[in-house]
C-alpha cells in the first residue's frame, strides 16, 4: 500500500556511516520534498529531516538527507547505538492528493 | 508549547463506526499554513497517513480508506475529529495525529506529533 519504497533494513557498525534509500515516482519524490521520520520503540515518530535536507532544532548534524530525481537518501555518519531504530520517508503526493509515507527501514547497529 | 492528544475507545467491534478526537494546544487551526494529519501504524508495520484538515477546512483524504473517513475540526474546543466507518480487525493500529505548519521551515513534514492512542478491532 506504500507508495514510497524502502529497504526493509540497513546495518553497521558504530562509527560507520549508514545510508537509507528512499523510491518514489514523479507525482511525489520528483515534484515534491521529501521528510524523514524517526520512530523509537513505542513511541510516535519523530520529525527527522524536512525539505528534503534541513535539520530541525535539535537534531544531530549526524543525520543528513539528499535527493535526485524521483528518490531520495538518509545518510547517518558516525552510527550510534541510539541510532538503532525505525525510519521513514514521507512526501506529497499530487496524483493522490495526499501524504505518502515509505514502508520503512530498520536499522541495526552491529 | 505545542502539543497534541488523541482519545477514542480501545475496542470497537466489527462494523461499527471509530470516533477518534484530537485535542490541541499551543495553536489555533484558523492560523494560516496550520493543518492536522491523522496517521495510524498496524502493530509491526508501517505509518500509513490517512486525512488532513487544514486552516481553510480543506480536507485530503487516503486514497484507499477515502470512502470511510471524514474528518471534521471544533475551532471553539482545539479539536480535530476522525470518524471512520465500517471497521475491520485489518484497522486495528495505534491512530496518531499530527501538526503540520506549511509556513515554518518544517513546511510539509509532521513536526509535532501526539503520542498516540491503541485501537483495537473484534468482536
Known amino acids: 500500500q506504500s507508495v514510497l519504497t524502502q529497504p526493509p533494513s540497513a546495518s553497521g557498525t558504530p562509527g560507520q556511516r549508514v545510508t537509507i534509500s528512499c523510491s518514489g515516482s514523479?507525482?511525489?519524490?520528483?515534484?515534491?520534498?521529501v521528510y524523514w521520520y524517526q520512530q523509537l520503540p513505542g513511541a510516535a515518530p519523530r520529525l527527522l529531516i524536512s525539505?528534503?535536507?534541513l535539520r530541525p532544532s535539535g537534531v544531530p548534524d549526524r543525520f543528513s538527507g539528499s535527493k535526485s530525481g524521483t528518490s531520495a537518501s538518509l545518510a547517518i555518519s558516525g552510527l550510534r547505538s541510539e541510532d538503532e531504530t525505525d525510519y521513514y520517508c514521507?512526501?506529497?503526493?499530487?496524483?493522490?492528493?495526499?501524504?505518502?509515507f515509505g514502508t520503512g527501514t530498520k536499522v541495526t547497529v552491529l | 508549547q505545542v502539543t497534541l492528544r488523541e482519545f477514542g475507545p480501545a475496542l470497537v467491534k466489527p462494523t461499527e463506526t471509530l470516533t477518534l478526537t484530537c485535542t490541541f494546544s499551543?495553536?489555533?487551526?484558523?492560523?494560516?499554513?496550520?493543518?492536522v494529519s491523522w496517521i495510524r501504524q498496524p502493530p509491526g508495520k508501517a505509518l500509513e497517513w490517512l486525512a488532513l484538515?487544514?486552516?481553510?477546512?480543506?480536507?485530503f483524504y487516503a486514497t484507499s480508506l477515502k470512502t470511510r473517513l471524514i474528518i471534521s475540526k471544533d475551532i471553539s474546543k482545539n479539536q480535530v475529529v476522525l470518524t471512520m466507518t465500517n471497521m475491520d480487525p485489518m484497522d486495528t493500529a495505534t491512530y496518531y495525529c499530527?501538526?503540520?505548519?506549511?509556513?515554518?521551515?518544517?513546511?510539509?513534514?509532521?513536526?509535532?506529533w501526539g503520542q498516540g492512542t491503541t485501537v483495537t478491532v473484534s468482536s
Open positions: 484538515i487544514d486552516w481553510d477546512d480543506d480536507k
Open positions: 525539505k528534503d535536507n
Open positions: 514523479s507525482s511525489n519524490i520528483g515534484i515534491n520534498f
Open positions: 499530527a501538526r503540520m505548519d506549511q509556513f515554518a521551515p518544517s513546511y510539509y513534514g509532521l513536526d509535532v
Open positions: 514521507a512526501a506529497w503526493d499530487d496524483s493522490l492528493r495526499g501524504y505518502v
Open positions: 499551543g495553536f489555533a487551526l484558523t492560523t494560516s499554513g496550520l493543518c
